[in-house]
């Protein structure tokens, strides 16, 4: 059972929410203190579990048909699991929601509300706005910038124009980032009737609608102040990995799984470039 929840939550992505929450709490408030350790532990796993577990439960039908799942990219969840999993998803998140709202001011409510609402609508119904195009890439692209948001209304930081196009650019790669990760999806999704961006714009449309949501994240970012601009490069490297796939077919999108495999690992790639990055703007605002 821990074993099958450990693989539902995706290990390999804790780190993409995570660090979001720790790097603008810890850059917000330039000191480690309890609220950071406890959000950044419960951005980590709690809150990949809930979003990740309740996808499986209720992606159940179309991860049958899924020959990519049951590693890095999800469990196949038994039947016998999915009660299991939507109550320790909610009871693991329980304390540390408790704790957050207790701590945080009151804006800081609205944020957290409504980042764990899009975790739950995004695969639950009524709403499952995964089976939403567009919605579905934008749901997605919250609950990666949420954790971000989140951490800064806590801190209560100042809004200026180079954070606000920070948060952008993040939202524009998460919302390119779920469009090709839903292209290796589409025969699978529509076997299972799952209706998603990739299933009712096609496979070629979706890599291109990618490749330019990646493209705008780079000029996006090109608006933060120094060294923030650098990140600009950073954005090539999800080019460079989406490109070969632009003339690709709804019968042969499954071949965008290699991409994404290589996606999973730029992660870590682009994510050791921005610490490098927010280390250096600390630097320079010490």
Not at 18 to 28: K, R
Not at 70 to 88: F, Q, S, Y
Not at 108 to 122: C, E, G, Q, R, T
Not at 134 to 157: C, N, Q, R
Request: net charge neutral; with cysteine; glycine share 6%.
């Amino acid at each position: 059972m821990v074993r099958t929840l450990f693989v539902s939550s995706r290990p390999i992505s804790w780190i993409n929410t995570a660090f979001p929450f720790a790097a603008a709490y810890l850059l917000a408030t330039r000191e480690i203190d309890a609220t950071l350790i406890i959000g950044t532990v419960f951005f980590l796993i709690p809150y990949n579990l809930a979003m990740y577990g309740i996808n499986d439960v209720f992606d159940y039908e179309s991860d049958l048909r899924n020959p990519r799942k049951g590693g890095a990219h999800g469990a196949v969840l038994d039947r016998r699991m999915h009660a299991i999993t939507l109550w320790a998803a909610g009871l693991s998140c329980l304390p540390f929601l408790v704790y957050l709202l207790v701590v945080g001011p009151p804006p800081s409510w609205l944020v957290l509300a409504l980042s764990m609402f899009f975790v739950v609508s995004y695969s639950a119904p009524p709403l499952r706005l995964k089976e939403v195009p567009f919605a579905d890439s934008m749901t997605s692209s919250i609950h990666f910038f949420s954790p971000a948001v989140y951490a800064l209304v806590l801190a209560e930081a100042a809004w200026t124009p180079q954070l606000v196009a920070i948060i952008a650019a993040f939202a524009l790669w998460g919302v390119a980032s779920h469009a090709f990760g839903a292209v290796q999806d589409v025969v699978a999704d529509r076997e299972a009737g799952i209706s998603s961006i990739a299933t009712v714009r096609g496979a070629r449309w979706t890599v291109w609608f990618a490749l330019i949501c990646y493209a705008l994240a780079g000029l996006v970012v090109l608006a933060t102040s120094w060294p923030g601009p650098l990140a600009a490069v950073l954005t090539l490297l999800y080019l460079g990995a989406v490109w070969p796939y632009r003339r690709i077919t709804d019968e042969t999108a499954e071949r965008a799984t290699i991409g994404w495999r290589r996606f999973l690992w730029l992660n870590q790639i682009a994510g050791f470039g921005v610490t490098l990055l927010l280390i250096w703007w600390a630097l320079l605002t010490s």
